[in-house]
């Protein structure tokens, strides 16, 4: 349709002519309401934007002379915020003549990424940056995957029980006698 003609008919009808698709070939326009076009834009935007997953950053920070407790509870929380989804960085602080045993944060960084190993890939390998040797670990998207063969389990369990077949009655084994109590002369020093 021609744009005049469809202007026109458009104010004959007291709604918008409203353009779709300005890009195709010839544009595509649509006569409604325009107020409630933006409207159901706005709707559509927001519901986007409610399922979108956000993705946090949370930080674990290390020195070069962190005991094993301390690097557990840490290890610990990064497990459970890998778990939740979130990526993981692992910074390790270096002060003063520290910078001279870099090898010590190289150290715990490798031991941090072989104990989460199960749950994160590492998205950046330990690199120095400043004052600060750092690493970033990602949630592994194969979790979900897993998920679903585990609920099978039950299903696989209960054909095997219908396979098996009833086994025979053993007889009854022969009730032992009964030990006399100990008295004093009994014990040996």
Do not use: S
């Amino acid at each position: 349709m021609d744009t005049r003609d469809a202007i026109q008919e458009a104010r004959n009808r007291g709604i918008d002519l409203v353009e779709i698709a300005p890009k195709a070939q010839p544009p595509v326009c649509k006569m409604i309401d325009y107020g409630k076009f933006l409207y159901e834009q706005k709707k559509k935007a927001h519901d986007a934007k409610k399922k979108q997953v956000t993705v946090q950053v949370k930080e674990i920070k290390f020195r070069p002379g962190t005991d094993d407790h301390d690097y557990n509870y840490r290890m610990e929380h990064a497990r459970q915020w890998l778990d939740e989804g979130d990526k993981v960085r692992a910074a390790i602080a270096f002060r003063g003549r520290e910078m001279t045993h870099r090898e010590l944060g190289a150290k715990i960084l490798k031991k941090l990424t072989a104990d989460l190993i199960d749950l994160a890939d590492v998205e950046v390998y330990p690199k120095m940056e400043g004052y600060q040797m750092f690493t970033i670990f990602n949630p592994k998207k194969a979790k979900v995957a897993d998920k679903k063969p585990a609920a099978d389990k039950p299903e696989k369990m209960e054909i095997e029980a219908d396979e098996k077949k009833p086994a025979a009655k053993k007889p009854a084994a022969k009730p032992k006698p009964k030990a006399e109590p100990k008295t004093d002369d009994d014990e040996i020093f």
